[in-house]
């Protein structure tokens, strides 16, 4: 089978994107991703990217990562994402459907979590195993288009690469989940599913049933941030997600995140980034560090 770019000479994918079977994979160069000046995209689903030529910075929710022959950055759905434009920067992509393996497949897997991990730098048997799993996976994307044993294969490849990504993390030293910890999972949860309706912490506490106070608590001990903190973070990046990524007017993107009026959200956005949001969508394509974020001192 041919590649894209060899059937559409001269142009690129808009986006890398999951095939028939609910994954895919490309090359950096062969998507709109790359280019001499690459916007910032937001996907609906996984990107994994495996660079293997050249060096230069990925930046993911705005935070930049520095990449070279052997980084693997693991970009999660909704996740804001942008190349940088150094000459020479090559990557391998994986990119599969937000649900297309089961937790029966990925035990041990946070393919879920939202706030995982982002960068690995490979080496030694690791490096070799991950390079030979998603060159094995590319292949089978090239040769196969179509029949339920085939997804059946490419699904299971997938869980394969995922699960091998997942013991790069293991340390025995970890401590163990905490009542703390496990509030906070759940907070975590269900702050995804309501930032844009609620910035109340007792809202999310009376979800949870529990106090505003444990919530705090299990906040505190995790982050080192109060929830009310937390939350007004997971707003804060919600709109420079939207500010990046959209041409919603900076009154639309108020308004998708629970502040009627304009003059409202421009005082919380640049009291939590540093900058007004004209200011922020107005900034230069490729700064020179991350997104300036003034951080208010935990209470």
């Given amino acids: ?14 986006s890398p994107a999951p095939s028939w079977a609910g994954v895919g994979t490309c090359a950096l160069p062969e998507t709109a991703l790359a ?3 690459p916007a910032t995209h937001r996907l609906p689903y996984h990107l994994l990217a495996l660079i293997t030529a050249g060096h230069g910075t990925v930046e993911v929710d705005f935070e930049p990562w520095p990449g070279r022959p052997g980084t693997l950055l693991w970009v999660r759905p909704g996740q804001a994402v942008r190349f940088g434009d150094r000459p020479g920067l090559d990557a391998d992509l994986v990119v599969w459907e937000r649900r297309l393996l089961t937790a029966d497949e990925l035990a ?3 393919v879920d979590e939202p706030t995982g991990p982002v960068r690995w730098q490979l080496a030694g048997e690791d490096q070799d195993a991950v390079i030979s799993d998603v060159a094995q996976l590319a292949v089978d994307c090239r040769r196969h288009s179509g029949g339920a044993t085939a997804a059946a294969l490419l699904r ?5 690469l995922l699960l091998r990504i997942a013991l790069l993390d293991t340390d025995p030293a970890t401590p163990a989940a905490t009542a703390e910890s496990r509030t906070f999972a759940r907070f975590r949860r269900a702050l995804e599913d309501g930032h844009a309706r609620t910035r109340r912490v007792e809202d999310y506490a009376e979800q949870l049933e529990c106090s505003v106070r444990t919530l705090t608590r299990a906040s505190l001990a995790v982050t080192g941030r109060t929830a009310k903190q937390v939350v007004d973070d997971r707003v804060a990046l919600e709109a ?46 490729a700064p ?7 951080r208010r001192p935990a209470d």
Avoid: I, K, W
Avoid at 1 to 14: I, V, W
């Fill in 108 to 110: 041990g897997v946070g």
């Fill in 1 to 14: 089978m041919r590649t894209y770019s060899q059937l559409h000479p001269g142009t690129a994918l808009p």
């Fill in 288 to 294: 020179a560090g991350p997104v300036p974020v003034q």
């Fill in 240 to 285: 420079r997600r939207l500010l990046a990524c959209t041409t919603l007017s900076v009154a639309e993107v108020g308004r998708r995140l629970g502040f009627p009026e304009p003059t409202n959200f421009g005082r919380f956005f640049h009291r939590e980034s540093g900058l007004s949001p004209g200011a922020f969508r107005a900034r230069p394509a």
């Fill in 35 to 37: 280019g001499p000046d």
């Fill in 156 to 160: 299971h490849q997938l869980a394969v």
